[in-house]
């Protein structure tokens, strides 16, 4: 059983931390009031996606490592991944939809559409690009699962060949070759092609090169764990320097393939330099790390539902520094009670469930030791 990279839970915190800050950001003033102080100090945390799913490719090139294709390693695979996320997921949509409106949502069409995308991962706008969903609606976050469980279908996918990398090669230049087959210039920019079809644009978009960086950074990782320790957290800790650099300077944007490009060096020295990094990191950041899951799906919905209930007796209170820091305080005592009672023990009873009754093991017993 492979246990977790506790570094890469490091930055996974850091990840879940800077999402976080960017939505709760307008938190910081009173509801109304001029924003560019919080976009100033925390606008630039979106970037926290790029790495989340760079991360997302390093962690599939990791719990599949010596692993042989076949169509029982691609079940196993789709078992494991859709266990993990599926049933926080939906739990933390029902507390959206409870709390956001309930049955009221059924009687405006837009609210209907995003509730209807949210249930099926279905992405049903043209633009913005990449969310290709309506940003301002009910669980707006989602938008970046629906890229996730895009992204293991095709690896679920390419597990069943031989040339295992080969066939993912195919899929990142899927893009890029259709664009010259219609016509189209080839882009690396995330506003994506030109289609008619959401779906397509979707299916299409450039973004899903950042989970092919985190797969790179996964097998040079396998090809370089356990050398020169101390090389590789100077470069870590460089790397780190270097992007908070270019966050200062605005020049490190979200959804951008060279900022996940960073992220992915980030990523595989950070890993490289487990033992060390994990010396020098307080125990609360990897803590951060492996409740970012929860605390990443429930921040927006909890926020609203708090800052709704108090400031109907007291207007604003939510809107100012204690409210920013009771929401980010609440967010992660709710999220760490997610984490222990659904992501770990209701999604591990439905993996025992499944492995009973079809008889696999393998990667479903990683459960979620490897995520």
């Known amino acids: 059983m492979k246990d977790k990279i506790e570094s890469i839970q490091i930055l ?17 003033v009173p509801d109304g009031s001029s924003v560019a102080v919080p976009n100033m100090l925390f606008g630039w945390g979106a970037i926290g996606v790029d790495l989340f799913f760079v991360i997302s490719g390093f962690i599939m090139v990791y719990i599949t490592n010596g692993k042989t294709g076949g169509v029982k390693a691609s079940f196993e695979f789709v078992v494991n991944r859709l266990t ?23 009687h405006y069409p837009e609210k209907t559409n995003t509730l209807i995308s949210a249930l099926t991962f279905h992405p049903y706008t043209n633009s913005p690009a990449p969310l290709y969903i309506n940003d301002e609606g009910m669980f707006n976050v989602r938008w970046t699962l629906n890229y ?28 890029a070759i259709l664009a010259c087959f219609i016509g189209q210039n080839v882009t690396f920019s995330t506003t994506g092609y030109e289609f008619n079809s959401s779906l397509l644009r ?45 966050v200062v300077i605005g020049r490190l944007p979200a959804y951008n393939l060279t900022t996940s490009f960073i992220f992915s060096l980030l990523v595989l020295f950070f890993a490289l330099s487990n033992n060390m990094m994990v010396k020098v990191t307080p125990s609360p950041v990897i803590v951060l790390g492996n409740i970012s899951f929860s605390w990443y799906l429930l921040h927006s919905p909890l926020a609203s539902f708090i800052s709704d209930k108090v400031e109907k007796a007291h207007q604003n209170a939510m809107h100012s520094t204690i409210g920013f820091i009771i929401l980010i305080v609440a967010s992660i005592l709710v999220a ?8 770990i023990k209701l999604s591990n009873s439905i993996r025992a469930l499944i492995q009973k009754y079809t008889h696999t093991d393998a990667l479903i017993k990683k459960g979620i030791q490897a995520d």
Do not use: Q
């Open 202 to 246: 979707f299916f299409t978009n450039p973004i899903i090169i950042e989970f092919g960086f985190g797969m790179l950074s996964g097998y040079v990782y396998n090809h370089l764990k356990g050398k020169n320790e101390k090389l590789f957290f100077s470069l870590a800790i460089l790397t780190l320097a270097s992007a908070i650099y270019l």
């Open 12 to 28: 996974r915190g850091l990840a879940a931390l800077s999402v976080v800050l960017f939505h709760y950001r307008y938190y910081l």
């Open 336 to 343: 760490y009670l997610s984490h222990k009672y659904i992501e």
């Open 148 to 175: 996730e469980l895009y992204f293991y279908l095709a690896f679920s996918l390419c597990l069943l060949v031989r040339h295992r990398l080969l066939a993912l090669a195919c899929w990142f230049s899927f893009p």
């Open 84 to 106: 993990r996320i599926l049933p926080t997921y939906y739990i933390i949509l029902l507390f959206a939809f409870l709390t956001g409106g309930a049955m009221s949502i059924f």
